[in-house]
Every structure is written in C-alpha cells, then in structure tokens.
C-alpha cells in the first residue's frame, strides 16, 4: 500500500525538478547568445574605427608622395577603401572579400569584379541586419561615395531592385564606364537566411 501512495507524489515532484533546470538552461543560454552577438558587433565596431584611421593614413602619406603609386597585391582581408552614402548616414569600410570574417567586420569588395574607380562593374557585399541595414531607405539619384588611398569616387543611384540570389547578370557590366553594385539579402526583417537580394545600381559622376 505504502508504494502505490508514493509514487503518484514522486511524479509531481519530478516534473516540477526538470521544468526548473530547463528554465535555468534556457536563461543561461540565453545569456551566452547576447553576450556573443555584443561581442562580436563591439569587435566589428572596434575593427571599423581601425580601419577608418589605417585609410586616412595611407591618404596622408598619399599626399605627401611617402609610396609610391603602384597599386600593391591585394589580398583577402585588406582595406580597400571606404564607403559612404551620406543620406542614409552609412559610412563602412570595405576589405576585399566576402568570407564569412570580412563581412562580420565591414563590407566586401566581390572577387572577379573591378575595383571601384576602374572600368566596369564594381561589386560591394554585406549584411542586412548591420552595415547595409539602411540601405532599405535608398533611392535614384542618392550619392555613393567611396574613398580610396588615392582618389573620392562619387556614384549616383540610378537602379534598385530585388532578384533572387543566383541572379549574377546584375554584376555584369553594361558599359566600359566606371559603375558600383551593393547587394545585400532581403527581405531586411527576414529572420534567418534570406531568400531573395536587394541590388543597387549606381554610375560614376
């Protein structure tokens, strides 16, 4: 009698024991994830206040003729240059690349197009959720601006749309004259990987 009394009181307590160290898991868990995603957007902040010094550097010395005006290897991970769309407040620095580290830290210039200030179809990658968020709000007609070691190329918006991600004839070029694309992933809100891309389109002034 005394085992059929006890066992209906042990359930209650067991299943009250788990509920609680679930609830601690998932706090604890929870914690862990915001900790490394502050983390992470500190070490892209800290790492865009570097760069942005390391290219108003190479400007100075520019200037002041101290290298010379071959263009050196680029590898992946160096400072490209900066750029900026002063509307929308975005101002980024761009490496060469799009690793999953490169656009972790700013934004990234896509391999096999020309480099910004070249003839062609210059291409820019990022994330939609930190350095090209704003880019929701652009329209024709806004400046882009990027600037290397060397020279300030300004562009002007004259396409947006959206395609869907294996779309690479937006990163074809349509003329020998100097243009940028950005592409971003859409939709902005979209919670994990997103399904199609957000391409702008803008010619060299």
Known sequence: MSFKSKGPALLPSRTHHF????????LIAGIFALT???????????FQVSAK???ETQIKMV??????????IIQDGDILGRLDIPR???????????????????AGH?????????????????????????????????????QTPTA???YLVDWVK?????????LEPSTTESTLTLVTCYPFQFLGSAPERFVVHARRR
């Open 110 to 146: 896509i391999e096999g197009t020309p480099l910004p200030g070249d003839p062609g179809n210059s291409g820019i990658a990022g994330h939609r959720d930190t350095f090209f968020r704003e880019l929701r709000d652009i329209r024709k007609d806004d400046e882009i601006q990027f």
């Open 53 to 55: 010094h390391t290219l």
């Open 162 to 170: 959206v395609v869907e991600p294996n779309d690479t004839a937006v």
């Open 152 to 154: 300030l190329l300004r």
């Open 63 to 72: 200037k002041s003729a101290k290298i010379g005006e071959s263009r050196p």
């Open 88 to 106: 929308l407040g975005v101002s980024v620095a761009v490496l060469q690349g799009t690793g999953p580290r490169v656009l972790r830290l700013g």
């Open 36 to 46: 490394y995603v502050g983390l992470t957007l500190l070490d892209a902040k800290l």
């Open 19 to 26: 509920v609680r160290w679930s609830r601690w898991l998932l």
